[in-house]
């Protein structure tokens, strides 16, 4: 062959090798890196660091550090796909306690900080808030500090809730406690907080207590933030209800606990439902909180694998006891998160979405898996401040001591 034509054909050969190249067929592609190169799990979230809902955060960013710094000393999270374990690395901002700064959060962490997976913000508006964000980039996420019955209307393949404290639940457990105690507890006074969550509670239980033929002798809500019920709280003294129901956040608990103090408000029954499980009420109300009751299922006294040592871990790193409410449930999340990627092996969101959607999990809480979004495995539970503890009271199964009735004075 001439010269001519070998040059040629040599040009030729490596034009085809170059389009080869760049078509993929064969050839590597330098610009992605090889999965060995991962260095760590990316998990994103916003959490309320100023805003409404920020005394009530603390709990749950704290029990996020702790699991963060446990998981890493124990050398991350294996993962099959790399080969190896990767330490967890956290990318998270102030959602200011707004719906709307918590969505465009979530979104940035997904398309711009391209997280590996994301942990829930903080309460049922929020939740609620970033759960179509879940759907619609197709990012499992495990709720925790939230709960509502409409979580059965949504349409959700990549969101779950933990907690048992759903309100149609929670509000017949807590009228079957009451009618145990039926001798002494007649007549019922309710307030609450005008947001979704105790909305909702009141929706169940003012119609429970009716039909279980207490008499309810004051139904009346108050505003988020505000910052007086001492009127409330006389009116609620000079009718002398047996049972107090207070469906109140953390900042109105402590409110209240002051305004009930100083009016001599001292029913038989009082309860708050959200705020006295935090370490801050106890740490201000020392012997007062006696006899006060909240919702919550966890305690270390529960018996669940694994729950003393979170108790004594977050003591050791705080200084302070856990929330036992909103600190266990973002630390099952947590829990469960680490399980789900250690089986599925993948940070591949489908396979993750299909181990959380289909396993049983062990928990500081017990054994948990999902029917649709909801955890039926665990029953609703009430808690109780006995002698400068929180125990669980109700129901009978799983409760570690017997309801304290009537409450002792202030």
């Not at 010269?3 to 592609?29: E, P, R, T």
């Not at 529960?302 to 705080?318: C, H, L, M, R, S």
Request: glycine share 6%; proline share 6%.
């Amino acid at each position: 062959m001439p010269k001519k034509n070998w040059v040629c054909l040599l040009l030729l050969l490596g034009m085809a090798l170059m389009v080869f190249s760049l078509a993929g067929c064969g050839g590597k592609d330098t610009t992605a890196p090889a999965a060995k190169d991962k260095e760590e799990i990316k998990i994103g979230f916003s959490i309320s660091l100023t805003g409404i809902y920020a005394p009530a955060a603390e709990s749950q960013m704290r029990a996020y550090d702790l699991w963060l710094e446990q998981v890493n000393k124990r050398g991350g999270i294996h993962l099959k796909e790399y080969g190896k374990s990767l330490p967890v690395k956290f990318v998270y901002y102030d959602d200011q306690s707004s719906t709307d700064m918590a969505t465009r959060i979530y979104e940035k962490l997904v398309t711009e900080d391209k997280v590996d997976m994301l942990l829930p913000p903080w309460g049922t508006t929020l939740h609620f808030a970033i759960a179509p964000l879940a759907e619609k980039f197709q990012m499992p996420v495990v709720g925790n500090t939230a709960c509502s019955v409409k979580i059965r209307e949504l349409d959700a393949k990549n969101f779950w809730f933990i907690t048992s404290c759903i309100p149609d639940r929670q509000t017949e457990a807590l009228v079957d406690l009451m009618k145990a105690h039926r001798n002494q507890l007649k007549t019922v006074a309710i307030t609450y907080v005008q947001d979704l969550f105790p909305r909702e509670n009141l929706q169940f239980l003012e119609p429970l207590l009716k039909a279980a033929g207490f008499e309810v002798v004051l139904v009346k809500d108050y505003p988020i933030g505000v910052s007086d019920l001492s009127s409330l709280m006389a009116e609620i003294k000079r009718l002398n209800p047996d049972a107090y129901l207070a469906l109140s956040y953390p900042e109105d608990s402590f409110l209240i606990t002051n305004q009930a103090m100083e009016a001599g408000l001292n029913p038989k029954f009082f309860l708050l439902l959200v705020g006295p499980s935090i370490a801050a009420y106890d740490a201000v109300y020392g012997p007062a909180t006696e006899g006060i009751l909240t919702q919550g299922h966890w305690s270390p006294k529960g018996g669940w694998p694994g729950a003393q040592d979170f108790y004594n871990g977050f003591v050791e790193k705080y200084g302070e006891r856990p929330d036992y409410l909103d600190s266990a449930l973002a630390y099952v999340s947590c829990e469960i998160l680490e399980q789900a990627l250690t089986k599925a092996g993948s940070l591949d969101r489908e396979a993750v979405r299909n181990v959380i959607a289909t396993s049983e999990f062990e928990t500081i809480n017990g054994p948990i898996g999902f029917t649709g979004v909801e955890n039926l495995r665990m029953p609703a539970m009430w808690l109780q401040w006995q002698q400068g503890e929180l125990e669980i009271v109700w129901p009978a199964e799983t409760a570690t001591a017997k309801l304290l009735i009537p409450k002792p004075k202030w």
